[in-house]
């Protein structure tokens, strides 16, 4: 009967089994060729999964072994021990009591001195297979473990490639990449100036940039064979979704997530979006500023879907309703002389105004607000230099009672620690009974956990403001913007979009049969505001 075996031997190893060199591939593999030897058999083929959890039989190898057996080419299966074949015991025990069973198939697994043939030696195989799925389950959660505490510390991790604009440096830690990190800038630039952003997918692939895909297969080999396969003007075609997904992320703002997705369980390694990952602000150089990253998704929320682009509408995602502080929709309708026209109007249901302007109109007082700043800022360029340098904005203010009540915490954190110190101390001398020392301690901790906690958000919180434009750098922006501007480009959309943030209108009819409407419109001018405001008010 044993010439009749024609034997297969199935080596498994995944990183949950550790890197001792008894568990290795090599091992295993010169094991049971010993073994098979030693029994005066000959193996008839080798199966081989290096780098596959046991929890998951949907191993490349294993898989073909069961074609194999299907087909009728395999009659034994040897494995070094029942976990090489799994670490799932339900699963397991369909193969050892039902599958190789119902096929033919005698199965051994040597360590375990489990053999299917002799039946009254394998009563404690059911023990052994659940033993070694619960081992993958401590395995696992411990790895878990570890790898949410540093998600939670925020240590970097290496993926594939980095995100597209940037590099890693030596410890996995993001750095604006040399060739990419200006094409990042230029894309919001644009997307700024046009508000489309299928014209910035046409500037892009006009001007031959690489596209990310381009660039990770020559800079990290990453699906390079796939990629390179391509025709040579796919390798700069840039598409809209990846230009609007540049534009969508705030990583480019210096934000690090971390623990993204999680799986269901140990057993099940499908991903999932994590809604409790770790967000850590300011944690690497920003590639754009607040500023311009908060007016790109402004206008992207307005230009999906939108046939009228920035060229035909420089205030796009700019207007404003005054009554209900939503967004205005622009429309192209004809007037009572029948010519075409844009308008803005306000379309929200619960708005209880009806607020409307022509885009004619509203770019002539757009156009006398910003001439007028520009003749008050300039004519008096040196004090309002001054008064900006002296100018202190409430966020100063705010980082300073930030730093007091920093302070206070951190001063309350070393009493709690010194405290508990003492308790200690006293409890070693017979002062203190062990049962107190336990519900003082327990209670002191509980209080300087919160203080961590706390002392770690005020922290970030003055990062944040510490991070943000400085008074003599807004002042500077702005004086070249206006020094540039001139009654013909005032209105373009590169000046427009960089010097307002919103434009509240508020519209009245003069009576209620009457077309004549009363106008009234509030700019909010973007980091600028609170100076311009502060220093037209001093005048």
Same mark, same amino acid.
């Given at each position: 009967?044993?010439?009749?075996?024609?034997?297969?031997?199935?080596?498994?190893?995944?990183?949950?089994?550790?890197?001792?060199?008894?568990?290795?591939?090599?091992?295993?593999?010169?094991?049971?060729?010993?073994?098979?030897?030693?029994?005066?058999?000959?193996?008839?083929?080798?199966?081989?999964?290096?780098?596959?959890?046991?929890?998951?039989?949907?191993?490349?190898?294993?898989?073909?072994?069961?074609?194999?057996?299907?087909?009728?080419?395999?009659?034994?299966?040897?494995?070094? $021990?029942?976990?090489?074949?799994?670490?799932?015991?339900?699963?397991?025990?369909?193969?050892?009591?039902?599958?190789?069973?119902?096929?033919?198939?005698?199965?051994?697994?040597?360590?375990?001195?489990?053999?299917?043939?002799?039946?009254?030696?394998?009563?404690?195989?059911?023990?052994?297979?659940?033993?070694?799925?619960?081992?993958?389950?401590?395995?696992?959660?411990?790895?878990?473990?570890?790898?949410?505490?540093?998600?939670?510390?925020?240590?970097?991790?290496?993926?594939?490639?980095?995100?597209?604009? #940037?590099?890693?440096?030596?410890?996995?830690?993001?750095?604006?990449?040399?060739?990419?990190?200006?094409?990042?800038?230029?894309?919001?630039?644009?997307?700024?100036?046009?508000?489309?952003?299928?014209?910035?997918?046409?500037?892009?692939?006009?001007?031959?940039?690489?596209?990310?895909?381009?660039?990770?297969?020559?800079?990290?080999?990453?699906?390079?064979?796939?990629?390179?396969?391509?025709?040579?003007?796919?390798?700069?075609?840039?598409?809209?979704?990846?230009?609007?997904?540049?534009?969508?992320?705030?990583?480019?703002?210096?934000?690090?997530?971390?623990?993204?997705?999680?799986?269901?369980?140990?057993?099940?390694?499908?991903?999932?979006?994590?809604?409790?990952?770790?967000?850590?602000?300011?944690?690497?150089?920003?590639?754009?500023?607040?500023?311009?990253?908060?007016?790109?998704?402004?206008?992207?929320?307005?230009?999906?879907?939108?046939?009228?682009?920035? $060229?035909?509408?420089?205030?796009?995602?700019?207007?404003?309703?005054?009554?209900?502080?939503?967004?205005?929709?622009?429309?192209?309708?004809?007037?009572?002389?029948?010519?075409?026209?844009?308008?803005?109007?306000?379309?929200?249901?619960?708005?209880?105004?009806?607020?409307?302007?022509?885009?004619?109109?509203?770019?002539?007082?757009?156009?006398?607000?910003?001439?007028?700043?520009?003749?008050?800022?300039?004519?008096?360029?040196?004090?309002?230099?001054?008064?900006?340098?002296?100018?202190?904005?409430?966020?100063?203010? #705010?980082?300073?009672?930030?730093?007091?009540?920093?302070?206070?915490?951190?001063?309350?954190?070393?009493?709690? $620690?010194?405290?508990?110190?003492?308790?200690?101390?006293?409890?070693?001398?017979?002062?203190?009974?062990?049962?107190?020392?336990?519900?003082?301690?327990?209670?002191?901790?509980?209080?300087?956990?919160?203080?961590?906690?706390?002392?770690?958000?005020?922290?970030?919180?003055?990062?944040?403001?510490?991070?943000?434009?400085?008074?003599?750098?807004?002042?500077?922006?702005?004086?070249?913007?206006?020094?540039?501007?001139?009654?013909?480009?005032?209105?373009?959309?590169?000046?427009?979009?960089?010097?307002?943030?919103?434009?509240?209108?508020?519209?009245?009819?003069?009576?209620?049969?009457?077309?004549?409407?009363?106008? $009234?419109?509030?700019?909010?001018?973007?980091?600028?505001?609170?100076?311009?405001?502060?220093?037209?008010?001093?005048?």
């Amino acid at each position: 009967m044993s010439n009749n075996y024609r034997i297969a031997i199935y080596l498994r190893l995944s990183r949950d089994d550790g890197n001792e060199e008894s568990q290795s591939i090599q091992s295993q593999r010169e094991m049971l060729n010993d073994y098979v030897q030693r029994q005066g058999w000959q193996v008839f083929e080798e199966y081989s999964d290096d780098g596959y959890s046991g929890t998951n039989f949907n191993r490349p190898d294993f898989q073909r072994m069961l074609n194999d057996i299907e087909s009728g080419k395999i009659n034994m299966v040897i494995t070094k $021990d029942l976990s090489r074949l799994g670490r799932n015991y339900i699963q397991v025990g369909y193969y050892t009591e039902e599958y190789f069973p119902e096929k033919g198939v005698r199965y051994i697994a040597v360590n375990d001195g489990y053999d299917s043939i002799d039946e009254d030696g394998n009563d404690f195989v059911p023990l052994r297979n659940f033993m070694n799925e619960w081992y993958a389950k401590d395995t696992s959660k411990k790895i878990r473990s570890i790898l949410n505490q540093k998600a939670k510390n925020g240590e970097p991790r290496k993926t594939s490639v980095p995100i597209y604009g #940037y590099a890693f440096n030596d410890k996995n830690e993001r750095i604006p990449d040399s060739e990419t990190a200006s094409v990042v800038r230029l894309i919001y630039t644009k997307f700024i100036e046009t508000g489309s952003v299928k014209k910035v997918a046409i500037f892009l692939t006009e001007n031959k940039y690489p596209t990310p895909a381009y660039h990770n297969a020559i800079k990290y080999k990453y699906d390079r064979k796939k990629i390179l396969a391509l025709p040579e003007d796919k390798l700069y075609s840039w598409n809209v979704s990846t230009v609007r997904e540049i534009l969508k992320k705030d990583e480019y703002l210096g934000v690090y997530r971390t623990a993204q997705t999680k799986s269901i369980n140990f057993k099940n390694k499908r991903r999932f979006d994590n809604k409790d990952c770790y967000v850590f602000e300011n944690r690497y150089e920003p590639l754009v500023d607040k500023d311009t990253w908060y007016l790109a998704q402004s206008l992207l929320k307005t230009s999906k879907g939108s046939s009228i682009g920035v $060229d035909d509408n420089i205030f796009k995602g700019l207007v404003y309703c005054m009554d209900c502080e939503k967004s205005m929709r622009v429309r192209r309708e004809k007037n009572y002389s029948g010519e075409y026209v844009y308008s803005f109007s306000c379309h929200h249901k619960d708005c209880l105004g009806s607020n409307y302007i022509l885009m004619n109109v509203l770019e002539k007082v757009v156009a006398r607000e910003l001439l007028m700043l520009k003749e008050i800022i300039l004519s008096q360029r040196d004090r309002f230099i001054d008064f900006a340098f002296m100018y202190e904005p409430d966020s100063k203010r #705010y980082t300073l009672d930030l730093n007091k009540e920093l302070s206070v915490l951190e001063a309350r954190e070393k009493e709690v $620690d010194e405290f508990m110190d003492n308790l200690i101390i006293q409890n070693t001398k017979g002062l203190i009974p062990q049962s107190t020392l336990k519900n003082l301690l327990d209670k002191h901790r509980k209080e300087k956990n919160a203080i961590d906690k706390e002392i770690l958000t005020i922290k970030q919180r003055i990062k944040d403001e510490e991070n943000k434009p400085t008074s003599k750098q807004k002042v500077e922006e702005l004086l070249n913007i206006l020094e540039a501007a001139t009654e013909d480009n005032i209105l373009k959309a590169g000046v427009v979009q960089k010097l307002i943030r919103r434009i509240y209108v508020k519209s009245t009819k003069v009576h209620p049969k009457s077309r004549e409407r009363e106008i $009234d419109i509030t700019i909010v001018y973007s980091t600028y505001d609170e100076i311009i405001k502060g220093f037209i008010t001093n005048e």
